[in-house]
């Protein structure tokens, strides 16, 4: 069972939090039920925010998470949605989540991000002198902010060293199945 880590961020697109949870909850177990064959759960997805509140989305959503960044216990995969349209205050909105992310990189968790989620990412400095990729409308901001990561925003997915990157918006769940197949194999993730 892999224990995986979906946050929840204030102005997010909810669509890059909601679909990669729905995909790792049913890897293994949806097309199983459809055909019959016995539900194997691949996945043990816990939902978390900065500080365990629902968060605002885009839009007028709100997302409620099961737990707060201090209450995860396990995590060997962490997925971080985008960070909606404001960049310039990405970070300090989020600035929990840099030291947390470098907690849980240094016992071994995956860190999975996309759109401008990798933008927090490249904040702990743990993408330097690696590829990633970003919605190529950030790449030159992000490339000016992180010129020690090698952006790569031609690419819809890339993975460097245990770091996952998925392009735009829509990529969340490109990089989601993505994962599942590299995690649990071709099988579960068609």
């Not at 901001?141 to 090698?150: A, C, L, S």
């Given at each position: 069972m892999i224990?995986?880590?979906?946050?929840?961020?204030?102005?997010t697109f909810s669509s890059t939090a909601i679909g990669p949870m729905e995909v790792f909850r049913h890897a293994g177990t949806l097309w199983n039920n459809f055909t019959g064959m016995p539900p194997v759960c691949h996945f043990r997805v816990t939902t978390a925010s900065v500080?365990?509140?629902?968060?605002?989305?885009?839009?007028?959503?709100?997302?409620?998470?099961?737990?707060?960044?201090?209450?995860?216990?396990n995590t060997d995969l962490i997925?971080?949605?985008?960070?909606?349209?404001?960049?310039?205050?990405?970070?300090?909105r989020n600035a929990p989540v840099v030291p947390w992310l470098l907690r849980w990189h240094?016992?071994?968790?995956?860190?999975?991000?996309?759109c401008s989620g990798a933008g927090l990412v490249a904040a702990t400095g743990l993408l330097d002198?690696?590829?990633?990729?970003?919605?190529?409308?950030?790449?030159?901001?992000?490339?000016?902010?992180?010129?020690?990561?090698?952006w790569m925003p031609e690419?819809?997915?890339t993975e460097d060293h245990g770091f996952y990157c998925g392009g735009g918006v829509n990529a969340s769940l490109d990089l989601s199945l993505y994962l599942?197949?590299?995690?649990?194999g071709h099988d579960v993730a068609m």
């Open positions: 224990n995986v880590t979906v946050l929840f961020l204030d102005e500080d365990g509140r629902a968060v605002r989305c885009d839009g007028p959503i709100h997302i409620q998470p099961a737990v707060a960044l201090k209450d995860v216990r997925f971080l949605p985008s960070t909606g349209l404001s960049m310039d205050d990405a970070v300090e240094k016992r071994g968790a995956a860190i999975a991000s996309v002198g690696k590829r990633a990729t970003t919605n190529w409308s950030l790449a030159e901001r992000f490339r000016e902010k992180y010129p020690q990561v090698r690419l819809m997915v599942v197949e590299r995690f649990c």
